[in-house]
């Protein structure tokens, strides 16, 4: 509570003075709605909304799959070989600087226009690919030389010391990335949504595209407010696995 109370308190006193301000102003509600206008779109459109987030946390919990697969294997194999990381790691580099608007029609005419959702998660997994393979290959690389010049002593193998050594060391650098990858997966989904053009997702992406067409800005805002407590979920689920790994590996007591 003593942490929660500070934040809610201010968001209710921003509340309340966005409400007063737009109702003593007269604001039109197609430029700023108060929040209950945005309290009863939430209400009257939760079913559509409610669906179209499903869809985008579908979409960006697979691209995140996708990239945390790629990203993770590929860091593994090449910590395995110097020459191997000198060149994958300046195409790492390209694809993460790489904005996904430039490769989106790319990727349309590669999958189809009937495959709009796999599209997105590609897409989407594109841009949380860096931070996962970058902090698997940080992780794999930070372990302690005295540790690595005792594997060598007794002999280990590369299998060995990945597993038992080089794995484990990478732990908190692994959770540090996913963080970042999360919400980059809910952001490269929502960015690919609208930059595919097609209604096809039905994601919150297109909600909000077809809110703004017609100006309703209390249905925007509301469909805003069901991505940002998408986002706060997800962000609290990282928390929740990173401080059991941590638990569970010791890493808490470092």
Do not use: H
Request: proline share 6%.
């Amino acid at each position: 509570m003593t942490r929660a109370l500070p934040p809610l308190l201010l968001t209710a006193v921003l509340l309340i003075v966005w409400e007063i301000a737009c109702r003593a102003l007269a604001v039109p509600s197609y430029f700023l709605p108060p929040p209950s206008a945005v309290a009863e779109a939430l209400v009257e459109r939760a079913p559509v909304l409610a669906a179209s987030a499903a869809q985008t946390f579908r979409m960006a919990f697979q691209a995140l799959l996708l990239a945390g697969s790629l990203g993770g294997g590929l860091a593994v194999l090449v910590s395995l070989s110097r020459r191997a990381e000198r060149a994958v790691a300046p195409l790492a580099v390209t694809l993460q600087v790489t904005p996904v608007v430039a490769i989106a029609p790319l990727v349309l005419i590669w999958v189809g226009l009937d495959n709009a959702d796999l599209a997105v998660v590609i897409l989407a997994a594109a841009v949380a690919f860096f931070p996962l393979f970058s902090g698997v290959l940080t992780g794999l690389k930070s372990a302690d030389p005295d540790l690595e010049r005792l594997f060598d002593l007794y002999g280990a193998t590369p299998l060995q010391r990945l597993w038992r050594l080089r794995i484990p060391s990478a732990l908190p650098f692994v959770l540090e990335g996913l963080r970042v990858a999360v919400g980059l997966a809910v952001i490269g989904a929502v960015v690919a949504e609208f930059v595919s053009g097609s209604g096809a997702t039905q994601g919150l992406a297109w909600r909000l595209l077809e809110a703004g067409n017609r100006l309703r800005t209390a249905e925007l805002l509301a469909a805003l407010v069901w991505l940002a407590v998408m986002g706060l979920a997800l962000n609290a689920a990282v928390a929740a696995v990173e401080g059991w790994v941590r638990r569970r590996s010791g890493l808490g007591a470092r």
